[in-house]
Structures are given as C-alpha cells and as structure tokens.
C-alpha cells in the first residue's frame, strides 16, 4: 500500500461512503411501548412545618431515571453504511526489491497507538523466511488491517519506495500514517452555535482519528436535550490521511411553559400550590439555559432563578441560583400569631462530568451556598413586629455560608436505571453567618446520601426503589434538617411532619398500566407503594413521638407528552395524632403538570 493509496479513488470512495450516520433518532431506540417515566427526589434543606419561612428551595436532585430517556444504541453495523469495495491502485515495487528477500525483522514508523510487541506479533508470520513482494505487501496491509479494526478507519500503512533490499537478513521499513481531522463542518443550526457541536466533537477525534470514539461523541450529543437529530459523513481531506466531518444538525425546541398544581406544600403555609414556570434552554446560543418560576400558596410567595452556563466542551456546567420566599402562617390556630417571614437563598454550582458516556456518567461538583432567613410575629397585635424564637435564629434571623461537594453516579441500559448521589455540606462560620455560640447554628457538617432503582418489568411496568439518608455530627438548624412526610417521602401524613437531624428513609413502588391511549400518546398506571422512614436528633436534642413513620397506599399516574397527572392515597401504619384537617392529614395527595414546548 502506497502513500498515493491516500489520494486513490479507492480511498475517496471509503470515506465518502463509510458515513458516520448518527442518525440515531434515540428517542426512538429505546423501547417502543414504553413511555416516559418520572422520578423525583429531592435533594434539598426541609424546613420546620409550622414556620412560614425556610420553605424548601430548588435544590439538586437526581438524574431522572426512566427507561425511555436510556435507550439502547444500535449496534454498530446500523450506523454506518457498508463502504463499496473498489480495487486498489496497484502498488509498485520500491527499487531493489528481489524475486524473493529474507526479512529479519519489519521496522514500523510512525505508529503512536500500537506498541512495538503488537506490531511485531503482527509482522511475526513474515519474518525469519523467505517471502515475495506479494506477501510483503501483505505484510503492510496486516498492520493497516490492525488499525481499522481498532477503529482507526483513515490509518493506514506501506512500504516506502526510497529503499533497498539485501537478498538475505535485512530490515524492512513500514511507513504508517495515522489518520487526523483536518476540519469539522457543522450545518443546520439556527439559534445554538457551531462551536457548541464543534467542541464536543473535536475532543473524540484527536489524532489518529477513532471512528469508535466519534461516534460515542454523537451518541452524546443525540442524547443532549438541545439537539433533535444529528448526522456526520466523514469524508476524505486535501493531506493523506486527513479527513473532514460533515454534521448535520437538527435543533430541538428549546423554549417551554410549564404550569403546575399540587397539594405539596407545608399546610401552615397552604398546602395548595400554584406554579408556571419558563425555561429557555439555549438562552444566547451557547446551550446555556435560563428559568424563571413563580410559585405561591395561600400563605406564600415564591420566586425561582436559575441560569445555567456550559464552560468546557466535556460539559462541565456553572450554574447560578436565586430564590426568594415571603410567607405568613394561616393555619388555624396559629394564624393568630400573625408569624411572617423571608428568605432568600443564593448558591453557585460547578459540576463536572468525569466519565460521561450514553449509558454512564460520574461527576462531582461544588456549591457555595448562602441562605438567610428573617421570621417574625405579633406585629397586628404588639404594634411591632418581635423576632420568632426559631432554632439557631438570632433575633429572628438565620444566615448560612455553607460549602457542599456532591458526586453524581448514572448507570443506565435498555431494562434499568440506577442513580446515587451524595452530597458533603460544610456550614461556616463565615460572611456574618448566624453564631449562637451552641448547636444549632451556622456551623456543622452533614452527609446526604441518595439511591434510586429503576427496572423495566414489562412494557410500560416498572419497578421503583428510592432510599435517602441524612447524618449530621450536631443539632441542626431548621433550614438544614430533613423534613419526614408527604407525597416525595412517606406518603399519609402531612408534609414535612417530622423535622430532625438524622433520618432514613426507603420506599418501593410499582407502575403497572391498565390504559394505553396511542392517540393521546400517553398511559395510565396503577401504582401500589410502600413507604418508610425513621429519625433521630443529635446534640442529645428530644426526638419526635413518633420518630418513625410507615405507609402503604395505591395511586393513579397519568404521563402523555405534554400532561402528567398523578394522585395518591396514603394508608398511615403508625398513629401520628394529626389533625386530619387537609387532604394530606388524610392521605390524599395530587399533582398536575402541563407543558408546552414552543
């Protein structure tokens, strides 16, 4: 095989026809009678169900692990066409070359992939024997052979014309040029930037170019939400061996309304929420993504912000967060009290994937928190308004500069999902953080631990299995502690009933369809569930009575495209001497969520 071998028809021909087609369209590889699932769990600071103030803010959460969202690829074969053979262009015989030569050994230059023991096992078959200039172009194609198996399909090598040959012992050169990029094209986009697809793309394509990791690269670009459908041709270069990729992208929308109803809320407060929320995921073109969420009850406010920037093609993130929540009390009878309060939380997050491809991702990530919290009382009655006594408060107010490091773990296929996450916070006593000179305050340390397991039984039948877990080395303030009940944990008593330091919390749940409407493009799920938790307090602070809470219960789940709609009832198993005055007390929980993409 010549060097001119990479300037031979047979050569354009290959790289015109070997098309890297990603046309992956993996929202359709998946299976398709299942339908999108979704799993919450919340990450988050619970907050003490009879104040108005540390409400729960958005916080991190897990990957959503649902089957369809993890599809299974295609083998290979599906994703490249089969190039035309063509008859290479015959290779000339480089001067000197005898009927036949003996070859002690064969000198391969300018391979950086191979070591010189698998060339040599590779070449091992020519050597110590008598062999024609046939066999020693055979001896050139086994090497190339070695490199497209691997993947590296525009490498390749020959045997130099620019030398002799000794009739007996002698040493052959063979040349390799191993396969580069020479530019990357990127066509069909509208609104996000080139670079954006570029970047991602050029860092699976380093020289010499693996045709194995191009394409995980667009496996992970058809699996980025912003990109509807992706295609590449690799075609052949103005330099031997060099190529270029033509992708053609097609975006998808971007843009999307969301209005939301619930019962989720802390019934001090009203439990009913309203909420609509706006998110552009592609904000200034360069994927980066803005939200803006509304939400309130009867008693409460809230207002949510969140952009988020891309700052390396490795999709490492910088994500800014802002809530503000004012709210007073209106349950009865402490809706006398006339108890108001405000809270503000700011916190900057780096995260970075480090192992991220279509069926596994591993990131850890940092976050600098800050929250402040200010609850009063009596002002209708006193005149004034008089700081709450709340723990770890002083004067009514609450400040926390606190340091988180979490890591993220995904493991996905076509049947199963599992997803953990941990999270370290470290509270400082820093930036005017609140110091009462014991527990609780601003500083402490906690781990929060989260596992969800999702398996695939039967189409459109799933099993769910979540478990969450929080230890903290002090008393912790109400911001900061782990909120027990409710439709995200143990379902049949009231949100957040019992608030602690400590807790545990495991739940099974199954969806099993008993309605498909293809028309509708969605299906509703029956959903039997056990649930199950328990707490404790540090500090030698009392715990609750009860400090364990256990339900079994039944639920409907409707999921379409744009609608999803799930009630619950909750069957309590330990006595927790609620009031019974709200659907929660009672077990009864709803939730509707439309969406509208534009």
């Excluded at 309203?274 to 207002?303: C, E, F, M, P, W």
Aim: charged letters at 20%; aromatic letters at 10%; proline letters at 7%.
């Amino acid at each position: 095989m010549s060097a001119e071998y990479f300037l031979s028809p047979k050569y354009q021909m290959r790289s015109l026809n070997l098309l890297i087609f990603a046309t992956l369209f993996l929202n359709n590889l998946s299976l398709s009678s299942v339908k999108a699932q979704t799993v919450n769990i919340h990450l988050v600071a619970q907050t003490r169900p009879n104040l108005p103030a540390p409400e729960t803010l958005p916080r991190p959460q897990l990957p959503q692990p649902t089957p369809p969202e993890t599809p299974t690829l295609p083998p290979p074969e599906d994703l490249f066409q089969t190039p035309r053979e063509t008859t290479p262009t015959p290779e000339t015989a480089p001067s000197g070359v005898r009927d036949t030569i003996l070859v002690t050994r064969f000198e391969v230059i300018g391979s950086t992939v191979f070591s010189p023991e698998e060339l040599a096992t590779v070449t091992q078959e020519f050597t110590g024997k008598l062999i024609t200039f046939a066999e020693l172009l055979r001896v050139s194609d086994a090497v190339t052979k070695l490199y497209t198996d691997k993947g590296y399909i525009s490498s390749g090598a020959f045997i130099p014309a620019d030398q002799t040959f000794k009739s007996r012992g002698d040493v052959v050169k063979i040349q390799v040029i191993e396969g580069s990029v020479e530019s990357i094209e990127v066509r069909g986009l509208k609104r996000l930037n080139p670079d954006y697809v570029r970047s991602r793309i050029a860092v699976a394509t380093g020289k010499p170019l693996n045709v194995n990791k191009l394409l995980q690269a667009l496996q992970l670009l058809q699996l980025n939400p912003l990109i509807k459908n992706i295609s590449a041709e690799l075609a052949a270069g103005s330099r031997p061996g060099s190529s270029i990729i033509d992708v053609k992208v097609s975006e998808a929308k971007t843009f999307s309304a969301q209005v939301s109803l619930n019962n989720n809320r802390v019934p001090s407060i009203g439990s009913f929420q309203r909420q609509i929320q706006l998110t552009q995921a592609n904000l200034l073109g360069l994927g980066d993504g803005l939200s803006i969420a509304y939400a309130n009850t009867d008693g409460s406010n809230d207002v949510d912000v969140s952009y988020t920037l891309p700052v390396n093609p490795y999709n490492g993130t910088v994500q800014f967060q802002y809530n503000y929540t004012s709210s007073n009390v209106v349950e009865e009878p402490f809706d006398v009290l006339d108890i108001e309060g405000r809270s503000q939380d700011f916190a900057v997050t780096f995260r970075q994937p480090l192992i991220q491809t279509p069926t596994t991702e591993f990131a850890l990530g940092i976050t600098a928190n800050r929250r402040n919290s200010d609850i009063g009382y009596l002002e209708s009655l006193a005149g004034e308004r008089i700081p709450f006594p709340s723990p770890g408060s002083v004067d009514g107010q609450t400040r926390l500069s606190v340091l988180r490091f979490f890591q993220d773990w995904t493991q996905r296929n076509s049947r199963e999902v599992f997803a953990a996450r941990s999270q370290f916070s470290f509270g400082l006593d820093a930036f005017d953080a609140t110091n009462s000179g014991a527990p609780p305050d601003s500083r402490f340390f906690s781990w929060r631990g989260q596992a969800q397991w999702v398996r695939l039984l039967a189409p459109d039948t799933l099993l769910l299995l979540r478990a969450d877990a929080q230890l903290a080395d002090r008393a912790l303030v109400p911001l900061e502690q782990f909120g027990l009940g409710g439709q995200q944990t143990v379902r049949g008593y009231r949100q957040d009933l019992l608030l602690t330091d400590n807790a545990f919390f495991v739940s099974a749940e199954l969806r099993y369809p008993i309605l498909r409407a293809p028309q509708l493009g969605g299906v509703l799920q029956l959903t039997p569930f056990i649930d199950y938790g328990t707490t404790y307090n540090s500090s030698n602070r009392a715990d609750p009575d009860p400090n364990s809470l256990a339900s079994v219960g039944l639920g409907l789940l409707w999921q379409s495209d744009r609608i999803n709609a799930r009630f619950d009832w909750g069957i309590p198993l330990i006595d927790a001497n609620s009031r019974n005055n709200t659907l929660q007390e009672n077990g009864l929980y709803f939730s509707l969520v439309y969406t509208q993409p534009f």
